[in-house]
């Protein structure tokens, strides 16, 4: 398999892909083993649109062939939005994602990914930010329930949830063991700050989005071909109270002619070998 050991490097972290094509499970999951794919985020689509037995068996079949999906991204955009100003609006956007939670259920889905909103209002972010901890408040109880977790992306600018300690804010009011953080690298990294969006929320961590990017834009490039400073992520990484030992998840294509193989390949040693470098540092720090 083409991922990071479980003992060795990061913690025990793996790669996993975004990857769609559920709709023709035993031809996605030989296509997606065969380039060493353990696990994948899907988009929502296909769990909205299908009935519990045709997501069973789909999640069955790619198991089978050593594909977990692991995660589903939730609708996102004005229309989709849990801090819509518009109350109609924001109370549709609660039943999609309560949908979500139970028919991701039926997979054995570990979290779904949310937007704790858009940038519609820019100037009514504080407002919004109430308005998505209320929703999430009637969300709580069924991610409980299904125990399908619920990760809230730090966000670009001008969106609720920017910085760390709105997230933090929303979190504690909400008060639910279903519910923690998404870190999104390349958002953080376009609000001018990534290692300190991370300092902030690194113990509510429950899922990574991982991109680079230029620092203007959400491009979403393969780590490490935008600006990100990687070693940085990693130092903070390597303090986070609970070891994290899971999947985080790429959230950028293959390059162009490449695969999934060498994304997973390259993604895995840029962590490990800039982990390597770190815990040289810090031997030859002691030994000084």
Not at 46 to 74: Q, Y
Not at 82 to 89: F, K, R, W
């Amino acid at each position: 398999r083409c991922c990071v050991d479980v003992e060795e490097g990061m913690a025990g972290v793996r790669i996993a892909v975004q990857a769609g094509g559920l709709d023709d499970p035993r031809m996605t999951v030989d296509s997606l083993a065969a380039e060493g794919v353990e696990a994948i985020e899907a988009n929502a689509e296909f769990f909205l649109n299908n009935s519990a037995g045709m997501i069973t068996e789909t999640a069955r079949i790619l198991d089978a062939g050593g594909v977990k999906i692991r995660s589903v991204h939730a609708p996102f955009g004005n229309q989709h939005s849990l801090s819509a100003p518009d109350e109609d609006v924001r109370a549709k956007a609660v039943e999609t994602h309560a949908h979500l939670l139970r028919q991701t259920a039926y997979a054995g889905v570990s979290v779904i990914i949310a937007h704790p909103g858009t940038s519609e209002a820019p100037d009514r972010v504080a407002e919004m930010r109430e308005w998505c901890t209320e929703s999430l408040i009637e969300l709580a109880p069924i991610a409980e329930q299904t125990q399908v977790h619920i990760g809230l992306e730090n966000m670009l600018p001008n969106h609720p949830g920017t910085t760390g300690e709105e997230l933090l804010d929303i979190l504690d009011v909400v008060d639910s063991p279903a519910i923690g953080v998404c870190f999104d690298t390349g958002h953080a990294h376009c609000n001018g700050d990534m290692r300190g969006v991370f300092e902030v929320v690194k113990d509510r961590i429950i899922t990574f989005h991982l991109a680079d990017n230029d620092g203007v834009g959400d491009l979403h490039f393969q780590p490490p071909y935008g600006t990100i400073n990687w070693i940085d992520f990693v130092s903070i990484f390597r303090t986070m109270e609970l070891p994290y030992r899971d999947f985080m998840t790429v959230e950028a294509p293959p390059w162009p002619g490449s695969s999934y193989r060498q994304l997973i390949d390259q993604v895995s040693a840029l962590l490990n070998n800039l982990e390597a470098r770190l815990a040289q540092q810090e031997k030859a720090a002691q030994t000084t």
